[in-house]
């Protein structure tokens, strides 16, 4: 949206922008007629009753749909009685009449809308479209152009919502203040807004309105409500035990003297949780305490997403493996690394940023004086991390210290936005992606979500499995998927049983913003992956609930057919870290030989691999980062650059790019 000006001109290409949708996806509107060459109708030709209705309301309209839908009713003569006893009808509100226009703003069941065009002096009916410009965030993770497709407009992360583990959120910002259920500080500080100015950043990009700036800076579920759970200080910085604190309240019973009744996740409707910050990942995550609450949460059907940490390259600039946070370590979260969009919508320049963390994991646990390294293959996905724009709240340390993050000069204190990066702007991407599956089918498992976003990501040509786990965030084809999966599967489901409510298989590719990508179409089993079809038309044991999507594969074997206990037939596993040529996760070439995740050969730090350097997550290497498991947690995103490269374009609530 870079050299859009006025909100108006927003609003002409949004609408051009889903008429090539529609044209793209290959379904026109209902009772679309041939192309004509001709620039009139001729004389003779009568338009029938249901072409007085918007092509953007009219598959809505015949439908049947009971959605309210806000309308703008022309008539070319005054009302008849019979149109004004319609208008007054239960459910149906006028709402505005522009005289001058014979034209009135009505509230009303879309169901209503083939109704009215039955009346001769109704001349035609169209949507009361808002003034909405889709922002950077929304078109190119596909959220955007997944809202377009025929009965995805609500899905938005109703009664779907978010805990954000983080520096607190300011309630006075209109982008997200308005959304917070509850707000519980964990720090000690006895306050629950936002000093530091991460909290806010990261809840907006998760679930944040269109209220700025004609929409630029919405988050990928807007209707999502957040629960604002301060565990980082005004320092940004936290303890382990914050974030225990944190969790269990989670779990714990909303109502202390109704130990059985429901836990105040459930009170409060929540199934995602995120954790845009971490802790050098030192203990095994069958030892982490992080890692074990984290489990805990997602054994619950809670989704816990993760940030995978900034260290991607130490302080002279060298590219180094094996830095991911705890508790992103886990197998059971979902491990988010941040991508670079360099600024653009189209996905065909993207890439992964240098400073995103990458696996394998080497947290590890000594037994009898050996060390046993963890090394597993994370992150699990990235999402655009480079330079995001969102709220900024009021006054808080980050933008005193670097003031250049500012994108909002001179506006109203409660509509600032400021621009940061890091994997902690990547992680509410995903966390907003899983509440869109969610609502879509409350029924998946976050074993489920997470393999539906894994093998709907688009692979990055050129980066490997340690950089980018499966790709990049996909939401219009994980929407896809998420929406065919049956809603009647349980533990107790035999493996093998067929996944979807349809024999018919999706397609495996992706058009968003002019750039058509095949999806990953595999998933990571911690120290390989697993590829074929079975994984999305069959029941896997691996999808249960109270297990992490690796658990139980026995990966090192060489590439060998799924095991008929944890996976059934169909599905190929390989054990290699592959670095991915753009398509199938599978197809890549082997980015290291010679030393398999899954032989257990200890790899040791400071060792060359592929075209970086191996350490441990907890070792110093230069950077300041503490050594030890016990240390604080930090919110880790205080990268005030980011990657050099272009970011998201500051709109101004004047519709101008600045
Ligand atoms: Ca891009």
Redesign the pocket.
Known sequence: MKNIKPAFTATFLLLCALALSFYAVGFGPTGASAESNTVKPPKEAKRNKGEKISEMLRERATKGDDEIVQIILQLNAPPTGRLKALLQRNGIRVKDEFKEFNSTVVELPASVVAELSQFDEVEFISLDREVHLFGHVEK?TGTAYMRTLSGNSGFKGKDVNIAILDSGIDKDHHQIGGKIDAQIDFTGEGRVDDVYGHGTHVANLAAGLDHVSHGAYTGVAPDARVINLRVLNSQGVGAVSNVLKALNWLLAPADPTKPLGDKNYQKYKIRVVNLSLGAPAVDSYKDDPLCQAARRLVNSGIVVVAAAGNDGTDATGRKIYGRIHAPGNDPAVITVGAS???????????GVTTYSSRGPTRSYRTVSGVRYYDNIIKPDLIAPGNKLISAESRGNRLIAGYPQLECTPNSNSNHKMMRMSGTSMATPLVSGAASLLLQANPKLTPNLVKMILMYTAQPLAGYNMLEQGAGELNVEGAMRLAKLVRTDLSNSTPLGTPLLITTTLPNPYSMIEGYTFPWAQGILLNRGYATGVNLITRYQRIYDLGVALGDGVAIGDGFAIGDGVAIGDGVAIGDNVLTSTGVAIGDGQIFFLGMSLASGVAIGDGVAIGDGILFSDGVAIGDGVAIGDSGPIWALSVLVGGDGTDGMSAVQEDGTVQ
């Open positions: 190119t670079n969009t360099f600024g653009t919508d189209s996905r065909a320049d993207d």
